[in-house]
């Protein structure tokens, strides 16, 4: 996971860097497309890392509950 974080970190700040000096103070659609998809990519991300746990925690907690 610190794999991932550092690499997304690195990401956000290269492109931060990339238009940071430029004049115009509005983003674009392309800045706001990237950050969309870096958005969604670290979401996925964490879906695929944390999601088996998950399903085992749902599992435990539904094998727990009393039938009625």
């Known amino acids: 996971m610190n794999r991932a974080a550092a690499f997304?970190?690195?990401?956000?700040?290269?492109i931060g860097?990339?238009?940071e000096n430029r004049k115009e103070?509005?983003?674009?659609?392309?800045?706001?497309g990237l950050l969309v998809?870096?958005?969604a990519?670290?979401?996925i991300g964490t879906l695929v890392i944390l999601g088996?746990?998950?399903?085992g925690l749902f599992q435990k907690v539904t094998?727990?509950?009393p039938a009625t």
Request: proline residues 3%; aromatic residues 12%; negative net charge.
């Open 8 to 14: 997304f970190t690195t990401m956000f700040i290269a």
């Open 17 to 19: 860097d990339r238009f």
């Open 25 to 32: 103070r509005g983003a674009t659609a392309v800045e706001y």
């Open 37 to 39: 998809g870096l958005i």
């Open 41 to 43: 990519v670290a979401i």
């Open 52 to 55: 088996p746990k998950l399903d």
């Open 63 to 65: 094998n727990e509950i």
